[in-house]
């Protein structure tokens, strides 16, 4: 069920540069992400007051927030086929500790993102 105004909003999101695609996504999330938060509002709401009325004891717990942190990710400098992200607090792998051990800084092991290229709307 295609229709010439999903096409044309389409077209117009092709014309847009990657930073106003950003832009655009990083706010889109944001309201998806308001609005889901009052749908779970209202739903704790209704669910206290179901079990308010019924005599019983609920127990709702909150969502985990999402870290806005990048996940880092580290490589061995001799072989790109090891790797370790910084996800998991604590065991890092036995290369990387070695190398930490010798004096060496977790950072020269960080894989950096490679710039954006720059890009014309």
């Known amino acids: 069920m295609t229709t010439k105004n999903t096409n044309d909003k389409t077209d117009a999101l092709e014309t847009k540069s990657i930073a106003e ?12 992400e308001a609005k889901q ?13 179901i079990a308010l009325e019924a005599g ?15 996940v880092k990710i580290y490589q061995h400098p ?11 607090a604590g065991a890092k792998p036995k290369w990387l500790s070695d ?12 894989v950096k993102a490679a710039p954006e290229a720059a890009t014309t709307a």
Not at 56 to 66: A, D, G
Not at 99 to 110: A, D
């Open 78 to 88: 001799d072989d790109a086929s090891l790797t370790w992200t910084s996800k998991k």
């Open 56 to 70: 019983i004891k609920v127990f709702i717990r909150e969502p985990r927030k999402r870290s806005d942190t990048p």
């Open 99 to 110: 190398f930490l051990k010798n004096g060496r800084k977790l950072e020269e092991f960080e």
């Open 37 to 49: 938060g009052e749908i779970r509002e209202s739903a704790v709401q209704k669910i206290q007051q």
């Open 21 to 32: 695609l950003q832009e655009l996504f990083a706010n889109t999330q944001r309201l998806l």
